[in-house]
């Protein structure tokens, strides 16, 4: 199936819950011929950047190429929304290819939840308790006491939203990089962070989790009471990501480390 000419094939719409996603939803469909999105070869998600998480989990078992267009608040993942010209704009599309991390929670020795994640995962302190956390890359251990309120592992598509917050590196899109964040750090206090090459597996050690209790957190889980989190990129799934051509991801990621 050829990406360009995409738009001549089935088309399904999803949206938020929003009020005006719906209606936006509701226009389309009647503009535009369409199927049920499971159905889709291409889907159009109208809300703001959590629609189009959701609609990279929902239909990844398909490899079904996503569309956004914003009718939410930031719209960082998303299209400019417009009623006209879908196909055209569907036709011109540009294709990015996002592969997921792949996670794995740890509660005493015991797998407790294995997820995906598009944008980024942490582990934070469920508690009054700093966190004290270890980090080894490739099984070799890089720091072994962090104190903090957790620690965020972004892929670039992800590095602009809460890892930018926490002044964490914007990465662009085709860098094979993923970022390691701390939140608020304690100890050391003047690490930021590091860049570690998106092929290796981080493991991230909760110490004196009894008295010092965190969660894993990550696009749309959270797994209270973890020892151990384990993740890496995997590069065996993919979905693709559509843009406006001038407006694509790699675009907007170089243009966030220029806004002040």
Known sequence: MKLEHIFLKKIG????????????????????????????????????DGTVLNSLHEYMERSIPIY???????????NKYSEN??????????????HPLKIKCYRNQ????????????????????????????????????????????????????????????VIPVDAQLLAITPI????PRRWRGALVPNSVKIVFTAHEIKNRPVRAEA???????????EVELDKTKFMNLMFDPGHDLE?????EQFVF
């Open 13 to 48: 719409f999803v949206s938020s819950r929003d009020k005006v996603a719906k209606s936006s939803l509701e226009i389309l469909k009647k503009k535009y011929d369409h199927v049920s999105p499971k159905k889709a070869d291409i889907v159009v998600a109208l809300g703001g």
């Open 68 to 78: 956004g267009m914003n009718r939410g608040h930031i719209g960082f993942l998303m």
């Open 85 to 98: 010209f879908l196909l055209q704009r569907l036709n011109k599309a540009i294709p990015i290819k996002l």
């Open 110 to 169: 015991k797998l407790v939840k294995e997820s995906l994640a598009f944008n980024d995962v942490s582990l934070i302190r469920d508690s009054r308790q700093i966190a004290k956390i270890s980090i080894k890359i490739n099984n070799n251990t890089k720091m072994k006491e962090l104190l903090c309120d957790g620690c965020l592992i972004s892929t670039p598509a992800g590095s602009s939203a809460y890892n930018l917050s926490l002044r964490g590196p």
């Open 184 to 187: 608020s750090p304690y100890r």
């Open 219 to 229: 696009d749309f889980f959270d797994v209270k009471t973890i020892s151990r989190l």
């Open 251 to 255: 675009d907007r990621i170089l243009n």
